[in-house]
């Protein structure tokens, strides 16, 4: 299921280079058989409703309902966070972190779960909230990196503005080659935010991991926690196939336990700040 709906049609350049380069690998990862083996789950809610003087059921189908549900906390642990950040301008970057993320959430609830599935690749049947999808993930991750790099004082002259700043550009600026490449070769025409999606979430995990894990004021329990959401995400992604035949027919899909991974490391990650003492007041 993931390969058709998330790996092929939300990362299409992406998908096609892979697949070209490493062929054996990307099949034995993600078979083709998957789709077939484990459809999308879906559930439906029917409710009435009065269409011209007759009464008529409405009916509401809801993919990928696990998900639909992380995407719901998701929103409200972005929230909660970006608003007890934003009380302490030191901390603007990872307010701005966790606004970011509750935006990515709302965008993931209309695309994987309340809009119809798509019959091609989400760049062209939802421009529009593809390309948020892809720019608040980018912008919340590069500034978890300025916060990261604040905390070890590497940066001393960039200030937390300067990084939001500089994450709202880099987004921009790769939405404009999003727009340049679709102009001159249609298939390479979404790299741009398809890299920007990936390569901050990738650099962010790699930095902040470590960086809490020797923290002298951290919690080694809490950035153990964050280890294991992070696996989350990557057993979802890698190990889908596997997940598939073994738990075939149920609801726990790979995207919903990528989900579930980064809720769980927002959550970790907010308790992780609070024990480094960055304020009076707690998160949770």
Known sequence: MSKKFIIERFFPSIYGTVKTIIPRTYSAILPDDIAVLCPE????????TVISNDKAPSILIIRNPLLFANAILGFVIGM?????FAKNKEQLCWSHSFFNFAMMNVTAMLLHCLLPPPESIYADQHPVLW?????????????????????????????????????????????????????IDSSIRTLSLELWYLIPTVFAGCLLLPSLYFGKRTKRGLTIALYVGCSLCLI??????????LAHGMLLMASSLVFTGCNVVFVLLGLSLDA??????KMW
């Open 236 to 245: 979802g992604a890698l190990f889908d196939a596997k997940r598939c035949r």
């Open 80 to 84: 909660s966070g970006g608003i007890r």
């Open 131 to 183: 390309f948020l999808d892809c720019y608040f993930t980018g912008v919340s991750s590069t500034l978890i990196v300025g916060g990261t790099l604040g905390c070890l004082h590497t940066t001393p002259k960039w200030t937390p503005r300067t990084w939001i700043c500089l994450a709202n550009g880099l987004g921009l600026i790769a939405a404009g080659f999003f727009l340049q490449l679709t102009r």
């Open 41 to 48: 789950p879906t559930i439906a809610f029917s409710y009435p």
């Open 276 to 281: 480094q003492g960055d304020g009076k007041e």
